[in-house]
């Protein structure tokens, strides 16, 4: 299978602080990884080193085989980056939105229509595809930058915190479009606070907590590796990252 994402000794430093300690991590084409890690472990600052809004200090990132950081252009390309904190242009409508973001990927217009289509209708937006995004409530705002994400059917879907703000309707059916793109053989990387989401949808996991990655494969894998057997993922994580020892049940 191939190797969709490659990151190789990763590294970022604030004020000589290391946020992210030498990470190196895999994710294959067809798979979901889920990075997990307490509020500052360095999930977010690798994230947005990976899609390339933030220049790293050391360290390889390779998409689909691209070196990101020798030929940046073309990393970006088959790269779709969906923040915490869903960014709009409060002044244009849905559906202006999308086509304003498919024109920027050089997608073909009629295409990006029949996809915009598609997408409105599928995240229960058609009926708002004419307002201007500055009415839309949280929720809707996520949903349209996800709808903005996938209208170039990115190769390696990142995600930060997708969920954040969704009903549990819309929840599910954010879930099932991630899936779709995964079983299209996209790459996806996503990180969520919701511990039953990752136990529940990624192939594997990786734990990180300050910058370093403590531990990453399958649940099995991972409770074999932290002797939690038969455990949660929540106690799996939460003894990996908790001063306090987390006892077996």
Not at 72 to 82: E, Q, V
Not at 85 to 100: G, M, N, R, S, V
Not at 213 to 235: F, K, M, N, V, W
Request: with cysteine.
């Amino acid at each position: 299978m191939a190797i969709g994402l490659e990151v190789r000794d990763l590294a970022k430093s604030y004020g000589g602080k290391r946020a992210v300690d030498g990470i190196s991590l895999n994710v294959r084409a067809g798979e979901l990884y889920a990075l997990l890690g307490p509020n500052g472990a360095g999930k977010t600052t690798t994230l947005r080193m990976i899609a390339g809004l933030l220049q790293a200090d050391a360290g390889e990132i390779k998409v689909f085989g691209t070196d990101a950081r020798r030929d940046p252009l073309a990393a970006k390309k088959a790269i779709a980056w969906l923040p915490d904190e869903p960014l709009l242009y409060d002044k244009l409508t849905a559906w202006e939105y999308l086509e304003f973001v498919a024109g920027l990927w050089g997608v073909d217009p009629a295409s990006a229509r029949a996809d915009a289509e598609r997408l409105l209708k599928l995240l229960g937006l058609w009926d708002n595809r004419n307002d201007r995004c500055e009415t839309f409530s949280r929720g809707m705002k996520q949903k349209a930058v996800l709808a903005g994400a996938l209208i170039h059917k990115p190769k390696l879907l990142m995600l930060d915190e997708p969920l954040t703000g969704l009903d549990a309707g819309a929840s599910r059916l954010v879930k099932d479009m991630i899936r779709e793109r995964v079983e299209d053989g996209a790459a996806v990387i996503l990180t969520t606070h919701i511990l039953e989401v990752a136990e529940r949808m990624a192939d594997r996991i990786g734990i990180i907590k300050d910058g370093k990655l403590l531990i990453e494969g399958s649940l099995e894998d991972l409770r074999t590796q932290a002797g939690a057997q038969g455990q949660s993922l929540e106690d799996v994580f939460l003894s990996l990252t908790s001063h306090t020892p987390v006892a077996a049940q």
